[in-house]
């Protein structure tokens, strides 16, 4: 079934080359953020960690809600609300509220490297999360007559624009798998691992090394919202809530995989729906320069489990960063049960360092 999936993903990635006349460009963006830095979790040896993050826009207007005939909703795929219009220097602008939709495919990986500390240096999965979901989103935006955001080229204009241009709401929802990747399922293999490891570095913590190899996976129902507002030419906010309902029996995994019986490891609970799924996050930027200093970055985010509500178990994790150079770099620490997936209910202090991939800055235009 995975090899299905991936064939599809494929197809649908192939098939963009197709896809240039008379639509709108596709163009891959960032999903989370992407960043390579170092990680110290308080169970674990220090390692390189490395996360990316992109989703790319399926090329069907729309994967779901496609047109009239199928739409239950009788939406259309865009729709613009106008409010008023703006004169600007000789342009006749529309203030308008804008209703779009489209279908992705998102893709996020995570993986750390034990650069002298484990050996032969391996390169251990963390995560690995294939989604397609439907995205629909309302955005508020001045633009022309002809249909086109013009007026970007002065600090001016721009300070203009993103006066007006300020707001951004989106829902989404999809099917997901989530896994680490790693390869074992049975005692035999974890026996044999153990005692591999062992063999190779006699000074190893096996017991917490050949946790990490430990094969977890589901599939879950994922549903985002998304609200992001411009206070200012140089100031936003955004709020984000997602929220993951696994599956006992997914499309692509099959039946989750969770803690075993012949495990041993050391843990609180045993599914991880009473501990992630359900996940809140509020961020900041400021846009300013100083010397080599640029772009200030705060965010925080609170997770807890989606099937345990009467005594939740919240897992915060704060971020804070600047940009030197014009390179983002954020220090960040977290506490609880989102370390990693192969012992997600083990209770994890972390912190890190690392450089962001992408800017700090965010554009709505």
Request: with cysteine.
């Amino acid at each position: 079934m995975k090899i299905v999936f991936f064939i599809i993903v494929s197809i649908i990635l192939q098939s963009n080359y197709a896809f240039t006349q008379d639509t709108q460009e596709l163009k891959l963006e960032s999903y989370e953020s992407s960043y390579v830095g170092i990680t110290d979790d308080n169970d674990d040896e220090l390692f390189m960690d490395f996360k990316v993050s992109v989703k790319y826009p399926i090329p069907f207007d729309g994967l779901i809600f496609n047109d009239y005939l199928i739409n239950p909703f009788w939406l259309a795929d865009r729709f613009n609300i106008i409010i008023d219009t703006i004169q600007y220097k000789d342009t006749l602008y529309e203030h308008k509220y804008i209703f779009d939709h489209k279908s992705f495919f998102a893709f996020t990986g995570r993986f750390g490297q034990y650069i002298n500390t484990r050996e032969s240096a391996p390169v251990v999965g963390k995560r690995f999360n294939p989604y397609f979901f439907e995205n629909f989103k309302w955005t508020e935006t001045l633009i022309d007559r002809e249909g086109y955001i013009k007026g970007d080229n002065s600090d001016e204009d721009r300070k203009f624009l993103r006066s007006i241009n300020n707001t951004v709401f989106s829902l989404g929802f999809g099917y997901a798998h989530e896994s680490n990747g790693m390869d074992i399922i049975d005692s035999i293999a974890y026996c044999n691992r153990y005692l591999d490891i062992q063999r190779n570095d006699s000074t190893a913590n096996a017991q917490e090394e050949v946790n990490d190899y430990i094969s977890r996976g589901w599939d879950y129902v994922g549903v985002d919202l998304e609200f992001h507002k411009m206070l200012d030419t140089t100031l936003y906010y955004s709020i984000k809530s997602q929220m993951k309902f696994f599956l006992n029996d997914g499309k692509f995994q099959g039946l989750k995989e969770e803690y075993n019986s012949w495990e041993k490891s050391q843990r609180d609970y045993n599914e991880r729906g009473d501990v992630n799924g359900f996940n809140l996050s509020f961020n900041l930027s400021k846009k300013f320069k100083w010397a080599v200093f640029s772009d200030f970055y705060a965010g925080v985010n609170i997770e807890s489990g989606i099937y345990n509500w009467i005594k939740p178990e919240l897992s915060p994790h704060a971020e804070i960063g600047v940009s030197i150079f014009e390179v983002p770099v954020i220090v960040w620490g977290e506490y609880g049960y989102r370390s990693d997936l192969a012992q997600f209910g083990k209770k994890v202090n972390s912190f890190g360092i690392a450089c962001r991939l992408s800017s700090f800055s965010r554009e709505f235009f």
